[in-house]
């Protein structure tokens, strides 16, 4: 199979998806093999929307955020996910591609704002836009972001990058036994108690009748495969 199983999809990055083995920040290596990824998707025609997460440089619920009031901290998370949109989109820009950073909260000397139809349009023009700054309220998360704006631009599927390739029916690395679920129903995902985003996201993909896909970002070749309506990573579907 070679023609893409989706013509619009929204791509979930967490920010630590961009540390590799540092501890802290962004790693060059893993940022350009992340692009190169993204590059053979796009190449297929296939129209990509971004959301990345803050966790590799902040959190607002970070033991190094205790004692500070916690909408700040929320909106420091939101800056550091613009951070990691502008590294994005610079490593993308560097690989040939085009990209338009959008951010939910005002930052115009940097980025421009979100406006839906302009992301839409930046679409349809076969850009990548990557949208910073989560919801651009604080008690949320880039999940919801992403879960938000995958619906608001009507893609087709959320995929959830994480750094385990699906979700299984118990952790697998402290269980031999646990098996990965090609696919599962939200209501099934619900009544077995599986982590598949956080509760706000997973319940706005369910109302909304918008699958999620979970796979590994760091499993070489995945991203492609999945696109491809290959058997990758964990599909819930409705
Ligand atoms: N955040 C927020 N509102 C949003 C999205 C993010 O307040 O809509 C803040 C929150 O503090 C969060 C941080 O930004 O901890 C980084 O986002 P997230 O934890 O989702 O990043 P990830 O875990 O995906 O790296």
Known sequence: MTTPAYKRVLLKLSGEALMGDDAYGINRATIERMVADVSEVAKMGVELAIVIGG????RGVAPGAQGMDRATADYMGMLATVMNSLALADAMRQGGMTARVMSAIGIEQVVEPYVRPKALQYLEEGKIVVFAAGT??????????????GAEIGAEIVLKATKVD????ADPNKDASATRYSTISFDEAIAKHLQVMDATAFALCRDQ???IKVFSITKPGALKRLILGEDEGTLVHV
């Not at 966790?55 to 902040?58: A, D, E, P, S, T």
């Not at 651009?136 to 704006?149: S, Y």
């Not at 699906?166 to 029916?169: I, P």
């Open 209 to 211: 009748r918008l699958p």
């Open 55 to 58: 966790g590799n440089i902040f």
């Open 166 to 169: 699906g979700v299984y029916s």
């Open 136 to 149: 651009g309220n604080p008690f949320f998360t880039t999940d919801t972001a992403a879960a938000l704006r």
